[in-house]
Structures are given as C-alpha cells and as structure tokens.
C-alpha cells in the first residue's frame, strides 16, 4: 500500500510505511533528481496495468539500472500483470534487458497472477546479491509453495513451453493490437496502446459504460482510470474471437457521440 501511488488506494488506509517517495510516469529527468545517495530501492512497474497498460520506455529502465548499479541500491521490477508470458516474453523487461544481457537484468521480481492459475501464490526473484542478505526461513508466505498451486503453475509453465505459447501470443497479440489501432480513426478514440495481450484503448470519454454493455454481448474487460479499456484476454484467445469483439466494440464507439 505504500509502495502505490494511486490516492484513492492509499488515503484511507492512512498513515502508511514512511519513505515512498514517487517519480512521474517514464520521465527520465524526474527519476534522476529524486535518485539521491539515501535511496535504498526503485520499485517499477514494467508495463504499468492498473495504471491504464503504459509501457515504460527503455531510457527511463537504463536510467534506472544504471543508477541503481553505481549507487548499490536494488531494481525491484514488478512484473505480478505484465509477466510470465502476458506480452509473449517471459517478463515484459526481456524487450530491453534479454535474458543473455545480465548486466541489465533486475535485483528482484515480484510475481503472481498468471503463476497459480487463480489459486494463491506468489513468488520473489531474487539475485545472489540480494539472496545472500537472508537466510532460509526469514521470507516466508502463508499462500506460498503449497502443493496444489505449485502443482497447477508447474503445468502452466509446462503448457507455455510445450504449446510454444509465448510466440502465439506475440502473433495474436500483434494481430489483436493491429485491429484495435484501426479505431483510431474515430473521434471518442485517443490512443492504443499494449504489448502482445496485454492492450488498451483510452477514450476522450467516459468507458465504464461500454463496458457494461459489453459485457452483457458476452464481452469481459473492465475499465481504469475513467476512460481507458483495458484488455487482458485469455493465451488461447483465437483471431476469431478477436474480430467478433472488434465488430462489437467499434459498432459501440461509433454509436458514441464526443463534444
């Protein structure tokens, strides 16, 4: 809770943990002022979900490690959405720190979601670095390492590899967000934006509407921040599927009037 800085998911747990503090959005400069010599950590979101699916850029995660590998603090990515497969890579920092660049990986990783198939669990990556200032038995989980959840994620992993999900998502993925920049063209539609199936649309206008509506053709999403579709769907998600929703939601937004 103090590691957000969303205010309508703070205030009223307040006071909090003391010692967040929070730099705006992918901006380079903002994170370079407030990386003095007394920070101990940098929590990032790869592809911020919650926040409306933004990607960070590769500058603003460069800045980051860079400094974060001078000054001795540690990277914390958070990965619990945008992981394990939902942009068609395992983690979502592979597209500007590949698994053979490990002078650019991160410290630790936050994981979930995905991991037990909707049964709790959890899990933390952590480098010899950081690994090696706790011992076994010091972080531990009450939702951790149970038999069933492992048992389901590890036939997760097994169907990822075996069924070459990850490059089917890429393709889908590519195919999905290819359609939705066709809405682009209407005046309710600002932006597109996403990587492999982990997509949104931000509207010039309220969504939660749509989205009921949706929902009620058999359609799920949901909508953040006001105006912003945002689209999380199933790896087997078929291009099928995918034009069904289009002709749903483009007939939905063209229906839409902007002022």
Known sequence: MSATGQKQYREQFEPLVPGFDFVKFDD????????????????????????????????????????TKKSGAVLIMDEIQCGLGRTGQWFAFHRFAPPAGKEMLPDMVALAKPLGLGIPLGAVILNEKVSAAIQAGQHGTTFGGGPLACRASLEYFNTLEDENMLERIRTVGAYFKGRLEELK????????????LMLAVELKIPGKEIVKQLLQQGFILNCTHENVLRMLPPFIITEKQIDKFMAALRQMLEAQTFA
Do not use: H, M
């Open 185 to 196: 063209n209407l005046p309710v539609v600002k932006e597109v934006r996403g990587e492999g």
């Open 28 to 67: 380079v400069e903002d994170l370079e002022r407030k990386l003095t010599d007394d920070v101990c950590a940098v929590l990032i979101e790869t592809i911020q979900g919650e926040g409306g699916i933004r990607p960070i850029s590769e500058n603003f995660y460069r800045a980051a490690r860079d400094f």
